[in-house]
């Protein structure tokens, strides 16, 4: 049996585990302060609020130039919709609600990649008719969490970063949006460098730490890569985190430090090779709690020649060091 769904912003849980849904989210999360955009839709008509804080925004996003993949949908042969026109239509004073053919590119299959958001009630054979509203919003989504772009075998494969926490920040929406760049930035740097991805993490977890926000345990930090084909655009990868356990076992000062490391990162081989030893062992201490790996994480950091070496880059490495095995465990005199 076909069945047919029209889906508005009204009714956008109906689209959940598609890439349409995580890019809208990503836009309720930073512009309405929610974790999930259907409840926001379920619960009041939150148009008005979207188009109020979009305002506030809408010039860092429209600065935005890099060309990644999700900056213009085809929704017809004739009619295209770019993010300067979804900003458009979301901040309208009366937005005429149109319905279209789901676009393929906001409905990637790749159910295979996204643990535990697969919303397994939609078929390939079903018919999805979808809103301008709920494509803008997806649009303007992908727009605040593209990240970076790197080619791979001689494709450009771009990534989008998403932090379901960023919901729980403070004050307006621009303060959200710009702490999801904070780690946007980082990340770039990682990707250009292949980072592996407990470098990534670890990173991650140090901008929440080093500005005082604290992730929940449910809390998860995403990426999604995605790539144009000859024909349509595919996903490359999709990576989760939970992101407070790491977040747990490392100090303000670490977090600082270890930042600095990650901004010299694609400069020097040395930085990149301390960085990643780093990052393997304090993300298997975040596992296992065995003292060991956090000693052999700290253990380069405590000699006299590499706290010289990087003196330009953090001072103190010794203490801090002596301070994190302590909570540890690990006598931290030796």
């Known amino acids: 049996m076909v069945r047919v769904i029209r889906v508005s912003y009204s009714n956008i ?12 989210n990503t836009a309720c999360q930073i512009l309405l302060g929610q974790r999930e955009c259907d409840v926001a839709g379920e619960a009041y008509d939150f148009l008005p609020t979207i188009a109020s804080r979009l305002e506030a925004i809408k010039d860092e996003l429209l600065g ?6 999700f900056q213009e949908i085809k929704v017809t042969n004739k009619y295209r919709i770019s993010v300067g026109d979804a900003i458009s239509i979301l901040t309208s004073t009366s ?17 295979e990649f996204l643990e535990g958001f697969l919303n397994t009630d939609i078929y390939k054979r ?37 932090y379901t926490g960023v919901s729980m920040i403070k004050g307006e929406a621009l303060n959200r949006y710009r702490a999801l760049r904070k780690s ?20 991650v977890a140090s901008i929440l730490v080093r500005d005082d926000l604290k992730p929940a345990e449910w809390d998860t930090f995403e990426v999604v890569e995605a790539y144009r084909g000859t024909s ?20 303000r000062e670490f977090a600082e430090g270890f930042l600095e490391l990650v901004n010299r990162y694609g400069r020097d081989k040395s930085v990149k090779k301390l960085a990643d030893h780093i990052a393997r062992n304090i993300y298997l201490y975040s596992l296992y709690r065995d003292p060991q790996y956090m000693y052999q994480a700290l253990r380069p950091l405590m000699s006299k020649g590499i706290d010289e070496r990087f003196q330009e880059v953090i001072a103190g490495w010794g203490d801090i060091a002596n301070k994190m095995l302590g909570i540890a465990g690990w006598w931290a005199g030796e």
Do not use: C, Q
Not at 13 to 24: E, K, V
Not at 184 to 203: D, G, H, Y
């Open 13 to 24: 849980n109906d689209i959940r585990g598609t890439l349409a849904y995580w890019f809208a």
């Open 64 to 69: 935005i130039k890099a060309e990644h993949v």
């Open 95 to 111: 937005p005429r609600e149109e319905f279209f053919y789901a676009p393929s590119h906001l409905f990637i299959e790749y159910g």
């Open 126 to 162: 079903d018919k999805i008719f979808i809103s301008n509203i709920v494509i803008s919003l997806a649009l303007v989504g992908a727009a605040m969490a593209y990240s970076y772009t790197v080619s791979r075998g001689g494709v450009n494969v771009h990534g989008y970063i998403g």
């Open 184 to 203: 946007s930035n980082v990340i770039r740097i990682l990707a250009m460098n292949e980072a592996p991805w407990e470098t990534v993490e670890l990173a």
């Open 232 to 251: 349509k655009i595919n996903i490359a990868s999709y990576r989760v985190s939970h992101i407070s356990t790491l977040a747990s076992v490392i100090s």
